[in-house]
């Protein structure tokens, strides 16, 4: 009897051990919920890894480099030589993203039998950042992926609804995870350098991107006194964020951070503080709302239909900059310690990273129906729009 196991490609990330994001977490953990059932390979940026760093295996998974950026405009060759490579060997390719996804005509034209998977991500033509060229080829790139791969994945209801009004293809719903995240006390280093932590304050933690809110957020906070907050970003990378950054680093009860890569201090500070605030307006589901639900915060988050579908309603949301003014007044009213709860049990229902890799393991063997699904809620009219 042969017992080999079927070989699996995982294309689209910066690379694991992970460092960078939501897919490479992703990555990071199918490989090590995996890899037993499955021969993996996994292809890394050389950009992001050192000489010394780049060790050809990771916990069972093979490791293969490309000399490319796996961001921006050059996450498109980057992502194309990674599947002319592992179309050679694997019987099935994973695809995290779209950008390279112009390739999948070739591909099925001449290897009809490899199975292609792909995570269409957060509906990356939507976001404010890339100019309108870039968006017209993402929009494309979408539609040949969902027109070619043989299994769409949307990691959010919303998504799903989107991909089956829009082309009419089913896809399947698989989330994020959320429990490689733990609550760590402060250790008194961190209390050190950060002297600002001994009080309570609320926390954020994102690209600093016009999508995400920034600047509704930090004026909603300068208003008020009683409360700081603690924004951890890559305020340098951008005219957006060197914009904020200027106009709110003298305010005292502002703490605008660089972006920490250190798992264990960046936990400490989110884990300990009173409330997290959630200004994503695009992307789907986001992995730092489940990873603040899952360390059991109570979230004050933007009101979008995404975020209200990954909280099952139970978060707080505000629209505008004069809702979270009055929320902020109002802080004590909100039943924080019951919200947190709620949204914990969310969490640990839904943002497992066993159920979440269970259900690639489905996909990838072929051992899921696929079911068209039923939706009770509609979509923002600027996607209606675009589906129009």
Known sequence: MNH????????????????????ETLAHQLVKNLNKKYQLTVYNSTKHYSSKERIPSWNGAKIKYIPLSANGILSIPYDIISMIH??????????????????LPIIKLFFPFRKIIVNVDGLEWRRAKWSKPARFFLLGSEKIA????DEIIADNAAIQKYVF????????????????????AFQPATLKKFPFLKNKYAFKVARIEPENNVHLILKAFAKQNKLPIVVVGNWKNSAYGH???????????????????????LNQIRSNAIFYVHGHSEGGTNPSLVEAMYLGLPILSFDIIYNRITTE????????????DILLENLDQLNPTQMASRLAAVANRRYLWSVIADKYSLLVSGSSRVEEP??????????????A
Do not use: M, W
């Not at 592992?86 to 390739?103: K, T």
């Not at 969902?146 to 791969?149: G, H, K, S, T, V």
């Not at 703490?255 to 201090?265: F, T, V």
């Open 4 to 23: 080999t196991k079927r070989k699996l490609a995982i294309i689209g990330t910066v690379g694991v051990p992970a460092r960078y994001g939501g897919f």
């Open 86 to 103: 592992a179309v050679l060997f694997c019987e099935v390719l994973l695809i995290l993203g779209v950008s390279g996804c112009l390739f």
């Open 146 to 149: 969902i027109r070619f791969a």
């Open 165 to 184: 009004d829009r082309y009419g293809k089913v896809c399947r719903l698989i989330e994020y995870g959320a429990d490689h995240n733990q609550s760590r």
């Open 243 to 265: 914009s904020l950054l200027n106009e709110f680093k003298t305010f005292p009860h502002l703490h605008l951070l660089d972006p920490i890569y250190e798992p264990h201090l």
């Open 313 to 324: 309603n139970e978060a707080v949301y505000f629209g505008t900059e004069k809702t979270l």
């Open 374 to 387: 039923s939706f009770d809620f509609e979509l923002p009219v600027k996607l209606q729009r675009a589906i």
